[in-house]
């Protein structure tokens, strides 16, 4: 199975972070402001850009150190049972996230593109803490012309 | 062997990208200002930031098609026996650039964060070319603050 991952430092707290990924109100502010269901294990968040987008069931949290995420429904298709993990400590001065997006069925172009766009949504999630603002979709910052 | 991709899409040629990638003065543009030796098939270029850096050997060229260097050289140790993969083809209405660093020994926090640092020179290379200035070190986007 393939998979990417990333890794940003913010200077912020662990909990500021675990904030940001573990409720609605936190994920609107960098992924998309249409986001929906964020709780605890077991709950599915809905994520939309413009109408579709993915579903994701809450599988795992250790409050202010990891949130484990599996892929729910069909969209996208490349995305079918994939997982998303979201790990966190802090350093002294500033939070390590550690990111990482695995059990693709194939390491295609479209991972390529998903690879570079979860590393904006990370330096979303840096700037959103340290600036007091993301750039969650539909004002997310742009990798090529399509989408 | 582990490896990271990235995918994006540039408002401009293959011939500007593939330039941007085969001379010191492209190279400089948008990775290092410190770049020296770029050239044909067999040429080591040697990326510097603020003293030392890696030195990788061109091992393939097609000409706005398709780049490819070996990691010469012991800095960093983790790049040891890697490549690097640059490939381009027009689409109509944007030149899309597929990068892939690959033949690591591990997949660990390292590479995550080398990931991360790819996806954003992925980006200055696209504003290299769109906006008539990229964004090479020492003037790079922080992704934390250990860098």
Redesign the interface.
């Known amino acids: 199975m393939a998979?990417?991952?990333?890794?940003?430092?913010?200077?912020g707290s662990a909990a500021q972070v675990y904030e940001l990924l573990t409720t609605d109100t936190g994920l609107s502010q960098w992924w998309t402001t249409d986001t929906h269901g964020a709780g605890g294990v077991g709950s599915i968040i809905e994520f939309r850009f413009g109408g579709d987008g993915p579903d994701f069931e809450v599988i795992e949290l250790v409050p202010n150190q990891r949130v484990r995420w599996r892929h729910s429904g069909d969209m996208p298709t490349a995305w079918k049972d994939s997982e998303i993990l979201f790990e966190m400590y802090e350093d002294g001065?500033?939070t390590?996230l550690?990111?990482?997006h695995y059990n693709w069925a194939q390491?295609d172009?479209y991972?390529?593109?998903c690879?570079?766009k979860w590393?904006?949504f990370?330096?979303s999630i840096?700037s959103c803490i340290e600036a007091g603002r993301g750039q969650p979709f539909p004002d997310d910052?742009h990798?090529?012309?399509?989408e």
């Not at 998979?3 to 200077?11: D, P, Q």
């Not at 990798?143 to 399509?146: C, E, Q, R, T």
Request: net charge positive.
């Open positions: 998979e990417f991952k990333h890794r940003v430092g913010i200077r001065k500033q390590i550690n990111f990482s390491s172009e991972l390529a593109h690879s570079t590393g904006v990370m330096m840096k910052v990798i090529d012309f399509d």
